[in-house]
C-alpha cells in the first residue's frame, strides 16, 4: 500500500491567454505543494484555455503553447514545486499535426506527453476537425506508484487508454477535463468515475475546469473515487478550488487484453517511496444542488465570465417590468454587483403604468442604476415619416428601444445584454434588430417555463438569507405581454408557456418528427404550427448574440440547420 497526496486544481484559465494561464498554473501549483501534495493536476488544455476552435489549427499558437510548457516545467522547479508530479493539458503539435495533450511535468522537465485518444465530435464539439488522435499511453512509475493520464471523452468511450491503463499495472489515473455543464450532467461524470473505479479497482481522480468561455460553462464538481468506487471527495460547482485528497493505493497487478493498441511508454521518477507524511484531514464532498441552483449558477457564472472576460465593466438592458428583463437583470446583479448594471425603462404609448411600475421595484429592490427614456417621440418620427402600421409599427417600437440601447452603449461603453428566452428564440419571437439587439443573451437557453421556476427559486432563496427578494411578485404572476399594441399577451399568438415547452422539448431537445409528437399525444394542429414556427425562425436565432448553454441542446453549435431549407417536417398522414 503506497500513499500519496494528490491536488486536483480546478481553475479558472482563459482561452488564448497562454502566459496568464502558465502563472495560474504556476500559482496554484504552489498552493498545492504548500499543503503537501505529491502530485498536482491541472483540467484539459489549462495553458491555452478550452476550447480553442480553430487557434488549434495555427502553427504560432501551437508553437507558443509548447514553449509556455518547457518554460513551465523550468519555472516551477524554480518555485520549489520540482518534486511534485505536475499535469498541465495543453495543446501539442507534431510533424502529423495538433494534438489535444497532456504533461507530466517533473524535476524542470516535461517527463511524459499524453495525446487524448477519443476525440468527441458531437453536440459542442468539433474535435476532428482540429486534433489526431493520440496511440501513445505513458505509464509513470512515481516513487514506486504507477501513474496514468487520460483525457476528458477518453473515459466517456470503450475501450479505451483508462481500461488500458488499468491492464498495464497502474494504480492511479488521472482524468483532466474540460467538461461543458449541462443540466444535470454531473451525475454523468459521477457515475462514469465511480463505475471506472469500481469495474478496474483502481482509483480515479477527475479534475475539471470552471468558468465561462462564450457559449459553454465548466462547472469543476472535480472528483475522487477510491477503487471501490466510493466518492472520496469532490468539488463545490461554479467555483475554483484545491481538492487535496490522501489517497492509500494498492499495487495494480495488471493484466486482461485491454491495453492491446497503445504503445505504452513508461518511466520511473524517484526509486524510494515517499516518506510517512501527517495526515490531512478528508475534505467533505460538496453538497449536490437543486436543478434551480445548478441553472442558476451556470447562468451567473456564464454572464460573468463573458463580461469579464471580454473586458467590459458595465452592463444594460431595457427593463419592461417583465419578467424576462427581470431574470436578466438579477442574474447581472448576482454575477457584477449593482453598481454595475443599468436598466432603462422605455414606455412607449401602449406601455401600462405596471410595466414602469414594475421596472421601478426592481431597480429598487436590486439597487441597479436606473432610468427612463420614453420612446414616444423617436417612434412616432418614424411612423409617420414612413407611413408604417400594425406588425412594421408594432415592431418599430422594439426597434427604437433598441437604438436606444445600442447608442447608451457606444456613448457609455457598457455590453448590451438581450433578454430573450429560448421558447421565444424557438418560435421567432422577438424582433430582430430591436428587442434582439445586444452583446450577449444570458436566458437564451432557458425556456420560459424554467425562467419562471428560477425567478420563484432566486426569491425564496433570498427570503431564506433574509436578502430583499430581487425581483417583483408582479413581475412573477402577471401574464407576459411584448406590449407592442394595447391589450397584447403572449398567449394571444403563442399557445400557453407550459404547451408550447413541452412541444419545444420534444421537437428540439427530443428531436422528435412531427409525427411521432402527434403520437405522443399532442394536438396535430398546434404540433404543426409549432414546428413551422420554429423551422422559419432560424434566421432570426442565426443573428442572435450568444449566451451560455444550460440545456442538452442549445440553439447554435449543438443544432446546426439550414437557413435555407426546401424540408417540410412530414404530417401524421405521411404528406
Ligand atoms: N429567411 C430569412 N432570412 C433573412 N431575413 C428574413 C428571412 N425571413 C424573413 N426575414 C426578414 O425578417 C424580418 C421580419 O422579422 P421581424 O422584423 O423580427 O418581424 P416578425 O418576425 O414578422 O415580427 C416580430 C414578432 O415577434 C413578436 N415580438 C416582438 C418583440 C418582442 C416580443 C417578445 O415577447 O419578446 C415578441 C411580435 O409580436 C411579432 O410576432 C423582415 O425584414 C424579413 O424580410
Ligand atoms: N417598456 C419597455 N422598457 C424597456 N425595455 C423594454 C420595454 N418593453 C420591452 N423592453 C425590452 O424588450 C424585451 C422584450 O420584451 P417584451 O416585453 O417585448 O417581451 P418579453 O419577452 O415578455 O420580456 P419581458 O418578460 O422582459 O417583458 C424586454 O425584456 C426588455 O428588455
Ligand atoms: N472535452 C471533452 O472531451 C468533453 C466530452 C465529454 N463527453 C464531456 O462532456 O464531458
Known amino acids: 500500500m503506497a500513499q500519496l497526496r494528490i491536488a486536483l486544481a480546478q481553475v479558472n484559465a482563459q482561452v488564448g491567454d497562454v502566459t496568464g494561464n502558465a502563472e495560474l498554473v504556476l500559482d496554484w501549483s504552489r498552493r498545492a505543494v504548500a499543503a503537501g501534495a505529491h502530485l498536482v493536476a491541472f483540467p484539459e488544455m489549462v495553458l491555452t484555455g478550452y476550447p480553442v476552435e480553430d487557434l488549434a489549427l495555427r502553427s504560432s499558437f501551437a508553437a507558443r503553447s509548447r514553449g509556455e510548457l518547457d518554460r513551465l516545467a523550468v519555472r516551477l522547479r524554480e518555485a520549489g514545486c520540482g518534486e511534485a508530479l505536475v499535469v498541465v493539458g495543453y495543446l501539442d503539435r507534431d510533424e502529423e499535426g495538433p494534438r489535444n495533450a497532456a504533461a507530466l511535468l517533473h524535476g524542470g522537465e516535461v517527463v511524459a506527453r499524453y495525446a487524448k485518444h477519443h476525440l468527441p465530435n458531437y453536440g459542442v464539439f468539433d474535435e476532428f476537425r482540429y486534433f489526431l488522435p493520440g496511440r501513445r499511453l505513458p505509464v509513470v512509475r512515481f516513487h514506486g506508484v504507477d501513474l496514468g493520464v487520460v483525457i476528458c471523452e477518453d473515459i466517456w468511450q470503450r475501450p479505451g487508454p483508462a481500461d488500458a491503463l488499468a491492464a498495464e499495472g497502474a494504480d492511479l489515473v488521472v482524468c483532466v477535463n474540460g467538461s461543458p455543464y449541462e443540466r444535470a450532467k454531473g451525475d454523468a461524470r459521477g457515475d462514469l468515475v465511480s463505475g471506472y473505479a469500481s469495474r478496474t479497482g483502481v482509483p480515479m481522480a477527475y479534475v475539471n475546469l470552471v468558468g465561462g468561455q462564450d457559449e459553454l460553462v465548466f462547472d469543476g464538481d472535480s472528483l475522487v473515487c477510491g477503487g471501490d468506487g466510493a466518492v472520496l471527495a469532490r468539488s463545490p460547482r461554479f ?109 412607449s404609448r401602449y406601455s401600462s403604468g405596471h410595466s414602469r411600475d414594475d421596472a421601478a421595484d426592481l431597480a429598487e429592490r436590486t439597487g441597479l442604476h ?32 433598441g437604438v436606444t440601447l445600442m447608442g447608451l452603449s457606444n456613448q457609455d461603453g457598457h455590453l448590451v445584454l438581450a433578454t430573450g428566452n429560448k421558447s421565444e428564440l424557438a418560435v421567432g419571437f422577438s424582433t430582430i434588430y430591436g428587442d434582439a439587439v445586444g452583446g450577449f443573451a444570458p436566458i437564451k437557453d432557458v425556456p420560459k417555463t424554467m425562467v419562471r421556476r428560477l425567478a ?33 399577451v403572449d398567449t394571444d399568438s403563442l399557445p400557453d408557456y407550459e404547451l408550447l415547452d413541452a412541444v419545444l422539448e420534444g421537437y428540439i431537445e427530443g428531436d422528435r418528427g412531427l409525427a411521432e409528437l402527434v403520437a405522443d399525444g399532442f394536438d ?52
Not at 370 to 396: C, H, K, M, R, W
Not at 462 to 485: F, M, Y
Open 239 to 347: 467555483e475554483e478550488d484545491l481538492l487535496v485528497v490522501d489517497l492509500d493505493l494498492a499495487s495494480n497487478p495488471g493484466g486482461g487484453p485491454d491495453g492491446e493498441g497503445f504503445e505504452v511508454v513508461r518511466r520511473v521518477i524517484g526509486d524510494d517511496p515517499l516518506p510517512p507524511y501527517p495526515a490531512a484531514a478528508a475534505p467533505t464532498p460538496a453538497a449536490p444542488l437543486s436543478e434551480s441552483a445548478e441553472v442558476w449558477g451556470a447562468l451567473v457564472t456564464g454572464l460573468r465570465d463573458y463580461v469579464e472576460k471580454n473586458g467590459f465593466r458595465t452592463v444594460l438592458m431595457g427593463l419592461s417590468g417583465g419578467i424576462d428583463s427581470a431574470v436578466c437583470a438579477a442574474l447581472a446583479v448576482d454575477a457584477l454587483g449593482a453598481d454595475r448594471v443599468h436598466g432603462v425603462s422605455m414606455p
Open 370 to 401: 436606473y432610468s427612463s427614456q420614453p420612446i414616444v417621440d423617436s417612434v412616432a418620427v418614424f411612423v409617420d415619416q414612413l407611413g408604417l402600421t400594425g406588425l412594421a409599427e408594432e415592431n418599430v417600437q422594439a426597434r427604437c428601444r
Open 456 to 488: 420563484l427559486w432566486r426569491n425564496e432563496e433570498a427570503e431564506r438569507r433574509g436578502e430583499t427578494p430581487p425581483i417583483p411578485p408582479n413581475s412573477i404572476s402577471k401574464p407576459p405581454s411584448a406590449e407592442l399594441r394595447p391589450g397584447q
Open 524 to 575: 396535430a394542429e398546434l404540433v404543426e404550427r409549432v414546428v413551422r414556427l420554429v423551422d422559419r425562425a432560424e434566421y432570426k436565432r442565426r443573428q442572435y448574440p450568444p449566451g451560455t448553454k444550460t440545456t442538452f441542446r442549445a440553439f447554435g453549435r449543438d443544432r446546426r440547420l439550414p437557413i435555407t431549407s426546401g424540408w417540410r417536417e412530414p404530417l401524421p398522414n405521411g404528406s
